[in-house]
């Protein structure tokens, strides 16, 4: 079993940047694919971004490609998601997933294991 907790969400000004951090326990996760996901009231989940077990391949969706990047320290048994140039749009709780299998994917429901989320609010 994997264990997934998010932290470094928070209140922000929209053009501002926010590094969000998710570390795994229970076991090492170096050959997972990790991805975050976000989710508005009323509305799915939305695919972010996700990164391969070797790190060397990612994927984001389009409306964050270029302001958002994940990354991976399996020496910490850890995934980020730096973001940049924050928008209103933006606004959302984020989750951070697990993939024991070995391919990318932007589909939640590939992913095994999951955090509880934190939020992010991008606000003037």
């Known amino acids: 079993q994997v264990q997934l907790v998010e932290s470094g969400g928070g209140l922000v000004q929209p053009g501002a940047s926010l590094k969000l951090s998710c570390a795994a326990s229970?076991?090492?996760?170096?050959?997972?694919?990790l991805g975050w996901f976000r989710q508005t009231p009323g509305k799915e989940r939305e695919f972010v971004a996700s990164i391969s077990s070797s790190g060397r391949n990612t994927d984001y969706a389009d409306s964050v490609k270029g302001r958002f990047t994940i990354s991976g320290d399996m020496t910490k048994n850890a995934v980020y998601l730096q973001m940049n140039s924050l928008k209103p749009e933006d606004t959302a709780v984020y989750y951070c997933a697990a993939r024991s299998a070995g391919r990318l994917s932007r589909v939640g429901s590939e992913y095994d294991y999951w955090g509880q989320g934190t939020q992010v609010t991008v606000s003037s």
């Open positions: 229970g076991r090492s996760v170096s050959d997972h694919t």
